[in-house]
T-cell receptor, first 111, second 109 residues
Framework: ETGVTQSPTHLIKTRGQQVTLRCSSQSGHNTVSWYQQALGQGPQFIFQYYREEENGRGNFPPRFSGLQFPNYSSELNVNALELDDSALYLC??????????FGEGSWLTVV | TQLLEQSPQFLSIQEGENLTVYCNSSSVFSSLQWYRQEPGEGPVLLVTVVTGGEVKKLKRLTFQFGDARKDSSLHITAAQPGDTGLYLCAGDRDDKIIFGKGTRLHILP
């Protein structure tokens, strides 16, 4: 148990739809990072939020967007879903610059 | 181009054998981490190495950070079926954690 919770755990969407994934960070953590992990691959960095501001972004198109709320929980939004967006989406929380702790992820299938 | 290259990608060995997996980069990292991920779960941190040449032990697992801080290795002694999983190395770059593709390890009973 890392104290990082993600929802939903599994979901299926149709190509072109939009999805919102949620992450509740560990108590006291002010930084949330999102990763995409395709089957058989390592996690790929999407972006990081620190104190409600985006603090770095990986090589993902603008249809991947996020938010961090005052309580440091976070959302990942993906618009215009494509088949290749099917993956495990991982949220990790930390105190800025410190050890990161992962949630168990949200499995997204796009059909 | 992958910033962190892990090898081998897959490894299947018998229980009791020893093994080493590698994480290599052309870049210098302030620290490297090793994670283990089991199916249906997020990665779990095993160790962080910070100093060039550092060696850390975690029971049967030995982690080494290269002198130049560009590479690391994980050695498992007397592997057990419970060691089965995806082993990921990750580097701290601009306060972001960047992962390799991982080594999928399967220990046969």
């Amino acid at each position: 148990e890392t104290g990082v919770t993600q929802s939903p755990t599994h979901l299926i969407k149709t190509r072109g739809q939009q999805v919102t994934l949620r992450c509740s960070s560990q108590s006291g953590h002010n930084t949330v990072s999102w990763y995409q992990q395709a089957l058989g691959q390592g996690p790929q960095f999407i972006f990081q939020y620190y104190r409600e501001e985006e603090n770095g972004r990986g090589n993902f198109p603008p249809r991947f967007s996020g938010l961090q709320f005052p309580n440091y929980s976070s959302e990942l939004n993906v618009n215009a879903l494509e088949l290749d967006d099917s993956a495990l989406y991982l949220c990790a929380s930390s105190l800025f610059g410190d050890t990161i702790y992962f949630g168990e992820g949200s499995w997204l299938t796009v059909v | 181009t992958q910033l962190l290259e892990q090898s081998p990608q897959f490894l299947s060995i018998q229980e009791g054998e020893n093994l080493t997996v590698y994480c290599n980069s052309s870049s210098v990292f302030s620290s490297l981490q090793w994670y283990r991920q089991e199916p249906g779960e997020g990665p779990v941190l095993l160790v962080t190495v910070v100093t060039g040449g550092e060696v850390k032990k975690l029971k049967r697992l030995t982690f080494q950070f290269g002198d130049a801080r560009k590479d690391s290795s994980l050695h498992i002694t007397a592997a057990q079926p419970g060691d089965t999983g995806l082993y990921l190395c990750a580097g701290d770059r601009d306060d972001k954690i960047i992962f390799g593709k991982g080594t999928r390890l399967h220990i046969l009973p």
